[in-house]
């Protein structure tokens, strides 16, 4: 199996790695607007440099598409039709209109779309998923989740994000509707610049809390910021009538427990590579399986939409003081 990968930024070596790592994978080939960034990352991994000329060609059995979201609108548009499986990461788009557009486009050409939404590929949160809907955890009250990146974005990351709820917090809604089965009904979010005013200039924020209500009745607490002083931070907590769960906490977890009982922040995790490094290992590898038609989508496309659906939901939440209907947001 051939796979082509666009972009040889973070995401793109990350995926170039792990699918030369890959036995089922008989060819890697990277293609970057940067051919000297992109025929250094094929010469680390022993891949094969495509020139960008040709980057919409087709010249494989798979596509990995890890370019900046900015640039989604225009690979989509040349890898789609040509009707092979890609894997695009997470946000197809910052519009809903752009994101359905790709959707409409992969199913027109028959091109299976799987969404690099990589915390569901997290082996704590997958056994908690499990747990949820086995039935094991029993009637599920509530979900708290915690969302705290390592360290600021830079200035040029932020003006081309689309702020803390569209980039940051989508994480968090897809693992909602992945864990409880349910759309979500109701957002309500709060956010605001406690530290770094660089997001203030640009309408964004360092802070947030989102407040969910889906339509099985699952309450849910999302608590995200842009800083951690201590390191990267995400966890869930799963509650019901039979079990109570946790995931993401460990003697990795940056945080200091006062009573001193826990053996916390050893080590702690430094960025979201290194919190779900085997967790965007474990996604590559689904992909191969999805490819090769071995199993079903593990994020179909819809999860990409629907998540910013409750991003855009909680920025109208923002803009009126009131729970917001997320069915009623387009």
Known sequence: MRVLVIGAGRMGALRVEDLAADPRVTEVIVTNHNENKGRGLAENFGATLLPWANAMDEVADAVVVAVGTTAHDEVLSGVLPHGIPVLCEKPIALTLAVTQEAIDLANAHGSDLQIGFQRRFDSSIRGMQEAIQSGKVGTLYSLTMTTHDMT??????????????????VHDFDLVRWMTGSEIKTAYATKAVREFQDYADLDDADVSAVNIVTVSGVQVLISGTR????????????????DSLSAGLNSRTPLHGLENELALNQNPYQGFVDRFRDAFRNETQAF??????????????????????????????????????????S
């Open 152 to 169: 600021p974005s830079t200035r040029e990351f932020m003006a081309g994000s689309g702020g803390i709820f569209r980039d940051l917090h």
């Open 288 to 329: 191969v399986s999805f490819a090769k038609g071995e199993t079903e989508n593990p994020c179909p496309p819809e999860s990409a939409l629907e998540s910013l659906r409750v991003a855009i939901a909680c920025e109208q939440s923002i803009g009126s003081g009131r729970a917001v209907e997320v069915a009623k947001v």
């Open 227 to 242: 800083h951690g002083a201590l390191g990267h931070d995400v966890r869930v907590e799963a509650f019901g009538s039979q």
